[in-house]
Nanobody
Framework: VQLQASGGGLVQPGGSLRLSCAVSGFRLDSYAIGWFRQAPGKDREFVARIQWNTGFTYYSASVEGRFTISRDNAKNTMYLQMNSLKPEDTAVYFC????????????WGRGTLVTVSS
């Protein structure tokens, strides 16, 4: 099982960025794939998740309405479109997989850094 996040960078407040998570090594239709983030000195927090087979999505209150999670079946890739970015969105973003969208998040990829600053 492999997950690889990419697409981080420096963006100004109010700007947009799209993260990608390439997934391989398992049947995606039995999993939910999610995004988490960890800011300096803070605990890791849930951002959003998507059930691969149904497309059902769920967001944390802090990003709902600004971020959109999606997936591309043909590319086995998940995306996080982030709009109206705020300095408090600055963090390392990770993607993870959870079997049948229940229990613990078992598989994690390396993170990608997003910095929102003027």
């Amino acid at each position: 099982v492999q997950l690889q996040a990419s697409g981080g960078g420096l963006v100004q407040p109010g700007g947009s960025l799209r993260l990608s998570c390439a997934v391989s090594g398992f049947r995606l239709d039995s999993y939910a794939i999610g995004w988490f983030r960890q800011a300096p000195g803070k605990d890791r927090e849930f951002v959003a998740r998507i059930q691969w087979n149904t497309g059902f999505t769920y967001y944390s209150a802090s990003v709902e309405g600004r971020f959109t999670i999606s997936r591309d079946n043909a590319k086995n890739t998940m995306y996080l479109q982030m709009n109206s970015l705020k300095p408090e969105d600055t963090a390392v973003y990770f993607c993870a997989a959870r079997y049948l969208d229940a229990g613990s998040w078992d598989s994690w990829g390396r993170g990608t850094l997003v910095t929102v600053s003027s």
